[in-house]
T-cell receptor, first 110, second 112 residues
Framework: QKEVEQNSGPLSVPEGAIASLNCTYS??????FFWYRQYSGKSPELIMF????GDKEDGRFTAQLNKASQYVSLLIRDSQPSDSATYLC??????????FGAGTRLAVHP | DADVTQTPRNRITKTGKRIMLECSQT?????MYWYRQDPGLGLQLIYY???????NKGEISDGYSVSRQAQAKFSLSLESAIPNQTALYFC???????????FGPGTRLTVT
């Protein structure tokens, strides 16, 4: 059974701090990885994707991938209250199928 | 206009009823997916389709069926709804293999 694991949280950070969200996956053959943000009652919204080991930066967001450790993370710099949401990690397991983690709830407090 | 639309957005139905959820997209993507989401759980894949003639079961297809009427339309049916099918249902699309998926706004289904 291919799995994606995330800490459910809530992860509570003060406004302006760095939020660090982590995800581990079981399928060593996975090649592409995605982070989605989901506000309560809304649909998942793609934030970042990463295919290669290392870091990928987009504005305040940085995705980090370590395939040897089967670990992918998302850093949010200068966290804002509007970043409060659930963050879903998704891993491509072949044939364009994604396996999603249950998500980490992030709460950014003023 | 939204690229991926779902109808209805909310639906309450009774046990044993047949219900259809519809998804349409204007993104021109060939791949479409149906997921369900239960509180505190991740998205679970129900069915997926890579083109009109290619439909595949996902992790939790029992009790569901689908129809790909055109490249832009993908419908999900519950032949005889049961209360544990109460969930949030999402349609998603993708342009190709290994690429990101884009989600519709969701349908909140309640089976009483």
């Amino acid at each position: 059974q291919k799995e994606v694991e995330q800490n459910s949280g809530p992860l509570s950070v003060p406004e302006g701090a760095i939020a660090s969200l982590n995800c581990t996956y079981s399928d060593r053959g996975s090649q592409s990885f995605f982070w989605y943000r989901q506000y309560s009652g809304k649909s998942p919204e793609l934030i970042m994707f990463i295919y290669s080991n290392g870091d990928k930066e987009d504005g305040r967001f940085t995705a980090q991938l370590n395939k040897a450790s089967q670990y992918v993370s998302l850093l949010i710099r200068d966290s804002q209250p509007s970043d409060s949401a659930t963050y879903l990690c998704a891993v491509n397991v072949g044939y364009n199928k994604l396996i999603f983690g249950a998500g980490t709830r992030l709460a950014v407090h003023p | 206009d939204a690229d991926v639309t779902q109808t209805p957005r909310n639906r309450i139905t009774k046990t044993g009823k047949r219900i259809m959820l519809e998804c349409s997209q204007t993104k021109g993507h060939d791949r479409m997916y149906w997921y369900r989401q239960d509180p505190g759980l991740g998205l679970q894949l129900i069915y997926y389709s890579f083109d009109v003639k290619d439909i595949n079961k996902g992790e939790i297809s029992d009790g569901y069926s689908v129809s790909r009427q055109a490249q832009a339309k993908f419908s999900l049916s519950l032949e005889s709804a049961i209360p544990n099918q109460t969930a949030l249902y999402f349609c998603a699309t993708s342009a190709g293999r290994g690429l990101e998926q884009y989600f519709g706004p969701g349908t909140r289904l309640t089976v009483t």
